[in-house]
């Protein structure tokens, strides 16, 4: 039997386990002590490892720093939402973009349309609702904003944004395909109407 996993899994599956653990404590948002030392380890990457733990048996440990992994399910979900809905900083108009400009290509009456456009689609960024500040002097007597969260809480969003925007790309992707060869055979059917009165 071959065992493959793709690390956003195997994120997920610990991240569900670790969620299960602070649900179980008596405080879910305080750290816990955790046991990573394995005995006759032997590194697989940077952040995992083989090895004995105390209660000797062997397993596969993947360890991270809760910095490193935020930032990275931060970036994720940012570069996603990129690809989804575009970017105005850089002129990018993301799949949400270019379905709304080939709906237009397709109402077009030169397609054969009657140039209304059926656009049905919201264009919603989940990730601009994110954080409200509480805004004041902080210790050192200078104006600040704070928004705070639970780590835990923060991760769950993050995990939920990412699943959110993960399936608006499928359906915007298989969306624009469709639309795309519906212009495709349009074009071609005029060529061949063109062609046929030569």
């Known amino acids: 039997m071959r065992w493959t996993f793709k690390s956003t899994n195997l994120f997920s599956i610990g991240f569900a386990l670790s969620l299960l653990s602070f649900a179980c404590s008596h405080h879910p948002n ?11 380890n032997d590194a697989v990457t940077k952040e995992e490892q083989l090895g ?3 209660d000797g048996d062997m397993v596969w440990q993947k360890k991270v720093t809760m910095n490193e992994e935020l930032r990275r399910l931060q970036f994720e979900v940012y ?11 850089f002129s990018s108009v993301g799949l949400y973009g270019d379905l709304k400009s080939c709906q237009m290509k397709l109402a077009a009456k030169e ?22 500040f509480n805004i004041g002097v902080d210790e050192k007597e200078r104006l600040v904003g704070v928004s705070e969260e639970f780590l835990k809480d923060r991760l769950a969003r993050f995990v939920d944004y990412k699943r959110v925007l993960m399936k608006k790309e499928d359906e915007f992707g298989d969306k624009l395909s469709s639309c795309q ?8 059917g005029k060529k061949a109407v063109s062609g046929a009165q030569n």
């Open 79 to 89: 570069d996603l939402e990129d690809r989804v809905y575009g970017n105005r900083k």
């Open 52 to 54: 004995v733990n105390k």
């Open 181 to 188: 060869d519906e212009l495709k055979s349009k074009a071609q």
């Open 111 to 132: 397609n054969g349309g009657n140039s209304q456009v059926m656009w049905t689609e919201p264009l919603d960024r989940i990730t601009d609702k994110e954080e409200t």
């Open 30 to 40: 305080r750290a816990e002590k955790i046991e990573t030392t394995l005995e006759k």
